[in-house]
């Protein structure tokens, strides 16, 4: 009875710290913005696999099983806390033996994964303290965080060996003392052996002692937990089922500003009633404090493991800069820990004349990330770093017009001149002009009252860039040749507004999204096809929310096609080269589309060889994210440099690309290592059109 007595008090006090906690957490969270969830099955599944399944783990193949079997571990292993609990209330002893088999099989699991469990902590311990893993470095790993991980792992490895040590002596005492064996354990019951010589009661001691040091440890780890990185282990499941479940190139809307841009087009729209999830009063646009973000941003920052995946790979990081996408979650964290008092205290007017920006995260972390999606990609608890960066900079352009000067002057310039350059948009068409083509515009079609087929996107890029005009015009060429039913907008075309959304400019995206939604659906416009995977992305994902709904197709997706339907006969223009082809963000992470570039590749009569860093592994080119129109910030090398030699590494004769961003910075990586005569780049366009069987 006494035993059951101090159970019951400690688990009392356990649960009541740890309510108490949760409280002090939820009170932070109310004075966070909203976020709505909806799709509860497709939320279930994606747990299932991203959580439950620890797909994203499984990408660094071996360290990965070991945290997936830990994981997996634990969720067996739980089943027998919950039993210690029952027995420690009730004075049971092993009560859900009452399941018969499917107790010995989860028991025996249980046996064998607590042996697994502390080999692989052992491991992990090994690690952080004598391996230089660099993940576990950086700027926002202090001493305090390393010391937290220490901490929980030597924790969770003395709770494996008080298991193990709990059921070993539980079996010696049932032996020696004529009793059935409760359960199945393979690995107790061999060490086992080695206690048999001591008298019965010390076993019994053992046993106790294992027992109650076993139960007390989980007792005060519950409470350690939400103090410490290890909280992920009670909110990982749950962010996961929260995570974003649009595509990764998704940027969430903002229904402020589509208010504010409709009432800029359509005066009449100020007396329209707001529509469903629009704001009323806006305090402010964009992420500048803690409590500026959402409760899921506060959440993926609860979850965040510190793993480093996400600055392991972020090309900013790797060359040096600032950004470490893990710093983000952990100064989000830190700052909330710090203002959530006193938001709770004086409510949301409470001011420490300290703010997220600038105290924890400067603008030079901001401004480097290149929106690859990389971090994305590899965080095992689904945290989406890009979007809550992007909402910073929405803060620092809307609120402060604080962007870099470079960006400054794109934003005029897509603003007067419907692109980022200082072109007159009545030269929009000018990348046609010297080629002997016929080039169908949609006001033409329209006149003949006819609709194409498709609308071939031009971009920006393709109509102003001298480099890829080029590939506009092999393009063009293709489309010609195959008698495709196609027209352009000409110099109605104006910029897709990419560039501007990824700065922060949310304004002028949805100015320039709104008017060229207009213009297409005046044409009927049902399918685009576009060479720009930026393009593609915001039109395939973005703009549906402004009523703007296309099937978009990505030119190397249409090659494939043509090419897989025997549309288009090839020569041996390529023969024997060897191509490497570069994955542009936007069609591969941001999208998933790996295969049609590569299915346009192996048409050709060359050898496509992979670069070390490939498809969703790929390293971006370094102009995502408005870093093509400013200087980079200070690191220690380019991240264009650091990508080409990726592609020199294969030895290939010729990188591939699909993006005209990606196109100018493999470019300049080649001139820059002065690789122009081993080394060419080309668009797939070019290699079509140029083995092209006329
Ligand atoms: S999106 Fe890319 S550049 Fe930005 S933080 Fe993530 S990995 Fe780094
Ligand atoms: S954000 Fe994700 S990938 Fe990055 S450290 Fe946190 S858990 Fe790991």
Known sequence: MLKQIIFAASLLITLGVFAWTMWKIFSYMKFTKPYPIKNYAKRFGIMMEVAIGQTKIFRKPVIGLLHALVFWGFLVILIGSIEMVIDGLFGTERILAVMGPVYDVLFASGDIFAFIIAISILVFLFRRIFMHVKRFYGVEMKKISKADANLALTIIFVLMITLLGMNTFYVLHAEQ???????????????????????????????????????????????????????????????????????????????????????????????????????????????????????????????????????????????????????????????????????????????????????????????????????????????????????????????????????????????????????????????????????????????????????????????????????????????????????????????????????GNEMLFQMQAMMNIEIMNGYEVKKIITCDPHDYNTFKNEYPDFGGNYEVIHHSQFLAQMLKEGKLNLNDTFNGQKITFHDPCYLGRANGEYKAPRDVISALPATNVEMARCKSFALCCGAGGGQMFKEAEKGNKEVFLERIEDAIDTKADIVATACPFCMVMMTDGIKYKNKEEEMKNFDLAELISQSMKL
């Open 177 to 503: 003392s004529g009793h059935e064996v409760l359960g199945v354990y393979p690995v107790s019951e061999y060490f086992a052996a080695f206690f048999s010589h001591l008298p019965d009661h010390s076993i019994f001691v053992w046993h106790e002692i294992n027992w109650w040091a076993h139960i007390l440890l989980i007792f005060l780890f519950a409470n350690i937990l939400p103090y410490s990185k290890h909280f992920h282990v009670f909110t990982s499941v749950p962010n996961v089922f929260l995570s974003r479940l649009q595509p990764y190139g998704y940027l969430d809307n903002m229904p402020a500003i589509t208010k504010e841009v409709k009432l800029m087009m359509e005066p009449d729209a100020a007396f329209a009633s707001p529509a469903e999830g629009e704001e009323e009063t806006v305090e402010r646009f964009g992420v500048l404090d803690a409590n500026d973000a959402t409760w899921k941003n506060y959440l993926d920052a609860l979850a965040c493991t510190e793993c480093g995946r996400c600055t392991s790979v972020c090309p900013a990081n790797i060359t040096g800069k600032l950004l470490s996408p893990r710093k983000i979650m952990m100064d989000l964290r830190a700052r909330m820990k710090e203002k959530g008092p006193g938001l709770v205290k004086e409510g949301v007017e409470y001011s420490d004349n300290k703010s997220l920006i600038r105290d924890y995260i400067s603008e030079e972390e901001l401004w480097a990330c290149t929106t690859c999606n990389a971090c994305v990609q590899e965080c095992p608890v689904n945290i989406n770093q890009p979007a809550m960066i992007v909402d910073m900079r929405r803060y620092l352009v809307m609120e402060e017009s604080a962007a870099p000067g470079e960006l400054n002057s794109i934003f005029t310039n897509i603003e007067n001149n419907g692109a980022p350059w200082q072109f007159s948009p009545e030269d929009r068409m000018k990348w046609a002009e010297d080629v002997n083509l016929e080039i169908p515009l949609m006001a033409n079609k329209l006149a003949e009252e006819k609709i194409p087929e498709y609308l071939f996107w031009v971009g920006s890029a393709g109509a102003f860039d001298d480099r890829y005009k080029k590939v506009s015009r092999e393009f063009v060429k293709i489309l010609n040749h195959l008698g495709v039913d196609y027209a352009v907008l000409g110099t109605e075309e104006t910029d897709s507004g990419d560039v501007a959304r990824r700065a």
